[in-house]
């Protein structure tokens, strides 16, 4: 067993990360110690160094369990004074006392709600259906406040309203039918009829302590399904729907599964910038930010002739500034010049340029734009003094922290300015970008399969209801494919040998692809579909690339045709994550950039960590959106982010 140190982290953080060794190991080493201290005394040495460590967490362990049982049994002790609709309140809604329905649902799945029949609480939500019955005496309410997919049955009669008072905002059961209303109800826990299908338990209303009314007459968000086309319309309403409320809480528990296994596993988390001058993929598809067009729309600005001044009076005084220079000349092969002559001459000179340099460059004001000599636009006078973009990556950013960290790892948005429609390609999307020190490529992909792996077990245990409702409404397969992946390593494969097996896939007439299949080409998705979904039925890791598909800064393999890059292909999406052994070999880099046609100044900094203590490093990006569309089964990307942005779309509301 081998005892990985972070050994010596401040003592006053929780401590409970040091037990990466299990106590029964400790409790051997104690033993071990002591046999051994009565040898040391008569030698007259100290206990080895590990040994002692050991000892000093060993004895803070135990100090900090007591602790905790301690403090355990303090916390049942008082939540036993406390009823079951309290224990069950949420802390940040006290002026309700609301219980969130998930909690209601939880508890009655224990032992058939029988737990809860008979007590009395509060929910609130918003009404999925509503249906009258018993001539509009009694009404039925599937309220649903986003905690669960799971609706409750709300009864509510018509008589509570008479101690309901004015306050709720409702008058009537008419109020409180249309879908889209919400609500916040007391009532008490009971068990449905014995008739009743799909429910364990349903809340009685007894108050109404709040409602707002919702017009069904215009609500975009009527009870009959909507299309997912028209939902992104209404980007605003549609989280209101039982899908988009799935995909939520699934972003939701991958989010917190990344965060969750990258500190497990020692990593820190880096915030690297979104805006950048440098392109990291090299395709050049970015969006450009700068604060210069606010002129554009002024009304000089709006003017496509040259603003302010005229050719000719930039010529004129060019002209007059050429005569005063000759005239110092001039002045100057005198024998005897006059020295207040040139003085003044020359402060004539200083002003003349100093005029002809604000003309010439009120002249090269073009539409509200400034210009340079050659006609391109001067960025000096921009924001930050020049170009700047969008970053497409934070990789090249997080790099220079792992080259000081060891490991560590960046989620956030990327934005690629493609003029691409497809269903999976977005103009703003998240990625998450570990770096790891001091690895090659075989531990890059291992560390990305493990993560992958972390992700969909974290998924089963927290959100199994939602992957239910995915398989029910749109992937049959779906929660299979997330248990297969959470069970079962991944295969791997050079890209080499998956070339091989796609040639004899199409040579044996088992598969024909649209796109040809030869060594070199960048493999398309129905290329790695069938590599993960046909050949291998689970992820496959292809690894080893030609160089000429991939990013400059990825190692070159000794072969001289390949680089260390490596590929995650999972069924239902194609690539999931891409990744690489980084190159550390100065010389080598900066061929590469040469190569890709690389300004090097321009990334001089990236440069120094192979100057200034370079190190074997790798990493690799994986694109969230994709990452649910593999769990969920969803099919469109514009789907599974709460704003999708594409070509000519960037609505917020509608």
């Not at 007259?44 to 049994?73: G, S």
């Not at 024998?335 to 040139?342: V, Y």
């Not at 409702?469 to 494969?493: H, S, T, W």
């Amino acid at each position: 067993m081998q005892i990985f140190s972070p050994f010596w982290k401040n003592q006053s953080e929780d401590l409970s990360f040091i037990f990466l060794v299990k106590k029964d190991v400790l409790n051997a080493l104690y033993k071990a110690h002591r046999n051994t201290q009565c040898r040391q005394r008569k030698r007259k040495q100290r206990a080895p160094l590990l040994v002692r460590e050991l000892l000093v967490y060993f004895l803070i362990y135990n100090i900090k369990e007591d602790k905790d049982k301690e403090e355990e049994m303090e916390t049942t002790a008082a939540d036993l004074t406390k009823t079951l609709p309290h224990r069950l309140t949420s802390p940040y809604s006290k002026c309700f006392n609301r219980v969130p329905i998930v909690s209601v649902h939880e508890k009655a799945d224990e032992n058939g709600g029988l737990s809860l029949v008979g007590e009395t609480l509060v929910v609130g939500g918003w009404v999925k259906t509503g249906r009258e019955a018993d001539a509009g005496k009694i009404l039925f309410l599937e309220v649903n406040d986003g905690s669960t997919p799971q609706s409750l049955q709300v009864v509510v009669s018509s008589e509570i309203f008479s101690s309901s008072g004015d306050s709720s905002g409702a008058s009537s059961l008419a109020d409180m039918r249309p879908t889209g209303t919400s609500v916040v109800i007391e009532g008490e826990i009971k068990l449905p009829p014995e008739t009743a299908k799909g429910q364990v338990i349903e809340l009685h209303a007894s108050r109404v302590l709040s409602v707002g009314k919702c017009d069904a007459s215009t609500y975009p968000i009527a009870k009959k399904k909507q299309t997912l086309e028209y939902l992104r319309d209404k980007i605003h309403m549609r989280p209101r729907t039982n899908t988009i409320q799935s995909i939520a809480r699934v972003r939701n528990a991958l989010a917190f599964a990344t965060h969750e296994f990258f500190n497990l596993h020692g990593f820190c988390y880096v915030h690297t910038p979104l805006i950048t001058k440098s392109d990291c993929e090299g395709a050049g598809e970015m969006f450009q930010v700068t604060t210069l067009l606010g002129e554009c729309d002024e009304e000089d600005g709006k003017k496509f002739t040259k603003s302010f001044v005229e050719e000719a009076v930039v010529m004129e005084k060019r002209e007059e500034t050429a005569a005063i220079e000759t005239k110092i000349a001039e002045m100057k092969q005198e024998e005897k010049p006059s020295k207040s002559g040139l003085k003044e001459q020359n402060k004539k000179l200083e002003q003349a340029k100093k005029d002809l340099s604000e003309l010439e460059r009120k002249f090269r004001k073009v539409g509200g734009l400034q210009r340079s000599e050659d006609g391109t636009i001067d960025y000096s006078e921009d924001f930050f003094g020049e170009k700047t973009f969008l970053t497409v990556s934070g990789q090249l950013a997080v790099e220079t922290y792992a080259c000081a960290l060891s490991n560590v790892y960046t989620f956030g948005p990327t934005f690629r300015a493609e003029d691409s429609y497809t269903t999976r390609h977005l103009a703003e999307f998240w990625m998450i970008e570990p770096e790891l020190a001091f690895a090659d490529l075989n531990d890059d992909m291992q560390c990305a399969e493990d993560y992958v792996r972390h992700c969909c077990k974290y998924l089963l245990k927290t959100c199994r209801k939602d992957l239910e409702f995915f398989q029910k409404m749109y992937d049959k397969n779906c929660l299979e494919r997330v248990e297969n992946v959470a069970n079962n390593p991944f295969g791997r494969v050079s890209y080499t040998e998956a070339i091989e097996i796609l040639k004899d896939a199409v040579e044996t007439k088992k598969k024909e692809f649209v796109y040809p299949v030869e060594w070199g080409i960048d493999l398309a998705t129905e290329h790695e579909r069938y590599l993960a979904e046909e050949v291998y039925k689970k992820p496959v890791v292809v690894y080893n690339y030609p160089k000429d598909i991939k990013a400059f800064y990825m190692r070159l393999n000794p072969d001289g045709k390949t680089v260390a890059a490596m590929d995650i292909l999972v069924p239902k999406v194609g690539e999931l994550v891409g990744g690489s052994q980084r190159e550390e070999r100065l010389d080598v880099l900066e061929q590469r950039m040469k190569d890709c046609g690389l300004e090097l100044e321009e990334y001089s900094w990236y440069l120094d960590l192979r100057r200034y203590g370079s190190v074997t490093h790798s990493g690799f990006g994986l694109g969230f959106e994709r990452l649910i569309l593999f769990t969920t089964g969803m099919e469109n990307i514009r789907d599974v982010i709460p704003y999708p942005r594409w070509p000519k779309n960037c609505l917020e509301g509608h």
